[in-house]
């Protein structure tokens, strides 16, 4: 039993990225596949996929690394937790490494990155912090 399985993606991530894996698997849910399309979208990875494995299947991540083999994803950092969960209003979005980061947030209107929570004026759950 996971009690964070967000945290074990940013986990899983973090640790491949340090040892310049080419890609991860990570157990999937409805809301990591979310998380990856918005990585992908925003150019932290090269690409995602379903993969047929146990009950629910797996999410392999392809890694991307710049020319000189620097990972692209620098840091991960989970913000809201099973135990001290942190929300944001559409006025006070988080602005991540000076615009070049981005915060995923939970909203009614589904993951957003920021800069869509800020497009569209709604709020949520802050996620993580991808820089």
Known sequence: ??????????????????????????PASNIKLQIAGILKKEGFIKNYKMLKGNQRGIIRIYLKYSE???PVITGLKRVSTPGKRVYTKKDKLPRIMGGTGIAIISTSKGIL???ECLRDGVGGEILCYVW
Do not use: C
């Open 1 to 26: 039993m996971m009690t964070d399985p967000i945290a074990d993606m940013l986990t899983r991530i973090r640790n491949a990225n340090a040892i310049k894996e080419e890609k991860v698997d990570i």
């Open 68 to 70: 000189k083999e620097e």
């Open 113 to 115: 990155t920021n800069k």
